[in-house]
């Protein structure tokens, strides 16, 4: 059973950094993973884009955390990590880990994340 698990969501002051790591278990053939990354969801909003890295490292940013937020992948261990710095109170969301394997989205249960002013 392919499952993700999220850590490090928390409560930090605006400037602050935070670390999300993301585990993928039950996977067979890294081979088919085509895709991991975060997505976030405010309250009352809709789930939108954080950052994704594809298969062959093409990296996806959504325009609000571009210079702030940097996505990485450790293919050894099936984990995809997001680095936040100067964070902001409007980045204050759930972030849920995502993956795309074998062509079916997955997702993690999601984190907190909020950013106090």
């Known amino acids: 059973q392919v499952q993700l698990v999220e850590s490090g969501g928390g409560l930090v002051q605006a400037g602050g950094s935070l670390r999300l790591s993301c585990a993928a278990s039950?996977?067979?053939?890294?081979?088919?993973?085509?895709?991991m990354g975060w997505y976030r969801q405010a309250p009352g909003k809709q789930r939108d884009l954080v950052a994704t890295i594809a298969r062959d490292g093409i990296l996806n940013y959504a325009d609000s955390v571009k210079g702030r937020f940097t996505i990485s992948r450790d293919n050894a261990k099936n984990t995809v990590y997001l680095q936040m710095n100067s964070l902001k109170p409007e980045d204050t969301a759930v972030y849920y880990c995502y993956m795309n394997y074998m062509v079916r989205d997955y997702w993690g249960q999601g984190t907190q994340v909020t950013v106090s002013s």
């Open positions: 039950g996977i067979i053939s890294v081979f088919s993973i085509n895709a």
